[in-house]
């Protein structure tokens, strides 16, 4: 065929079957392969089987998954409660003591009082260092009650009305309220008698798996054992303070009634004197002098006599204000004794109310662990029985 322009396709056709040979020892060859690879029994083919490979990769890929969206979600979760917590309060309370004009317990009404500042201030500045181990022997307990509850719907709204009208039904206060569209926090207080009422209604709301709760409680016996060992201290001072001002009264009295013997005596002599008619001169001047020095003398008794009420006056009013001082601490450790025992009456309590997905749903009933284990599962049995397939060829 003559090779031109318009006929390319049908010469390299023709050129190609031409030139399509086998190798001179083709037959040699392929008698000695065949040879070598014939099977001694009947031959066996194996292929990967698809399905289980899937398996293995989406398997492995789902349970990543679940793990780092828990991890996630969880954080999340701990983030949101850890702020909410920050948040200042809008009614606070003093655990450790009395703050004055702030609200105790479950009352909404100030601290009334009519201390001193000053006595205030010195009562607030006492030592507050606890003996962090108490006797044995003591085996009082005053123990404040904290409660912490997370629970996770997808009606949060309604769910956060319903907790704060429950705390208000349980004859609690509400400190802190916030609320948006994923989640809510409601900070509040009840009394301590009123908390596995207020549980179990909390229950009933959503399912168990749906509430996690965390109940803390600390012994203020520390507190009370201050307040007991300031109160006594506080009581001791007073006695003795009692005793000196009793013995003070004791020897101005003692000192007083000597002086006026001693002037209403002088005052007789001054009087007789007066009274008596000198028949000569020399008793005249006898009586003369006499009657200066009675004189001297009243006036010095007089002064001794003064300055005795003066000194006293001022003892007994310094005695008087240090005793009355010691009746202020102990009102005040008296209203410290009355707030620690009505804030361990009380909880301390808050509820978290978060939103939950439906993924988030999910992993609750099925949690990732068991995902985990499922596919870790499918990859064994994948490894031990479903790796390859053995198929007979005719």
């Known amino acids: 065929m003559l090779?031109?322009?318009?006929n390319l396709e049908e010469f390299l056709k023709e050129w190609g079957a031409k030139k399509r040979l086998a190798p001179p020892q083709n037959e040699i060859l392929k008698a000695k392969v065949i040879s070598e690879l014939k099977?001694?029994?009947?031959?066996?083919?194996?292929?990967?089987?698809g399905f289980?490979?899937?398996?293995?990769?989406g398997g492995a890929a789902f349970a990543a998954l679940v793990l780092v969206v828990n991890w996630g979600q969880n954080q999340i979760i701990e983030d949101s409660i850890q702020r909410e917590s920050m948040k200042p309060l809008s009614s606070t309370s003093d655990e450790l003591g009395i703050q004055y004009g702030v609200a105790t317990g479950l009352g909404q009404s100030d601290v009334k009082t009519s201390l001193p500042a000053s006595i205030l201030n010195r009562v607030a500045s006492f030592p507050r260092y606890f003996d962090p181990a108490a006797p044995s022997s003591d085996t009082r307990e005053y123990l404040k009650t904290d409660y912490h509850a997370t629970l996770k719907t997808r009606q949060v709204e309604k769910f956060s009305t319903q907790i704060k009208t429950m705390v208000r039904g349980y004859g609690g206060r509400l400190d802190n309220f916030s609320s948006g569209d994923k989640s809510a926090y409601i900070n509040f207080v009840i009394p301590k008698s009123s908390l596995e009422a207020f549980r179990n209604e909390l229950k009933d709301l959503v399912p168990a798996r749906f509430l996690t709760e965390n109940i803390g409680a600390q012994n203020l016996l520390p507190e009370k054992r201050l307040i007991e060992s300031q109160t006594e201290s506080v009581d001791k001072t007073k006695i003795?303070?009692?005793?000196?001002r009793a013995a003070l009264v004791s020897r101005h009295e003692a000192i007083v009634n000597s002086l006026r013997r001693q002037l209403n005596a002088t005052a007789k002599n001054i009087s007789a004197l007066k009274l008596e008619t000198a028949t000569t001169t020399e008793r005249?001047?006898?009586?003369?002098?006499?009657?200066?020095?009675?004189?001297?003398?009243?006036?010095?008794?007089?002064?001794?006599l003064a300055q005795e009420n003066y000194q006293y006056g001022n003892n007994l009013k310094s005695l008087d204000a240090r005793l009355k001082e010691m009746d202020y601490q102990l009102e005040a450790l008296g209203q410290q004794d009355s707030a620690l025992t009505e804030n361990v009456e009380t909880v301390q309590g808050s509820v978290s109310v978060q939103w939950i997905g439906i993924w988030e749903t999910f992993t609750l009933y099925v949690p990732a662990f068991w995902l985990v284990v499922i596919?870790?599962?499918?990859?064994?049995?994948?490894?031990?029985?479903?790796r390859r397939q053995a198929l007979e060829l005719p």
């Open 3 to 6: 090779f031109t322009q318009n």
């Open 52 to 57: 289980w490979r899937l398996a293995l990769i």
């Open 39 to 49: 099977p001694s029994g009947p031959a066996q083919f194996r292929r990967p089987i």
């Open 284 to 304: 005249q001047q006898e009586i003369a002098a006499s009657l200066a020095q009675l004189s001297v003398r009243q006036s010095q008794l007089k002064k001794a």
């Open 240 to 244: 003795a303070l009692e005793q000196e």
């Open 375 to 386: 596919f870790g599962a499918i990859i064994i049995f994948y490894f031990l029985f479903g």
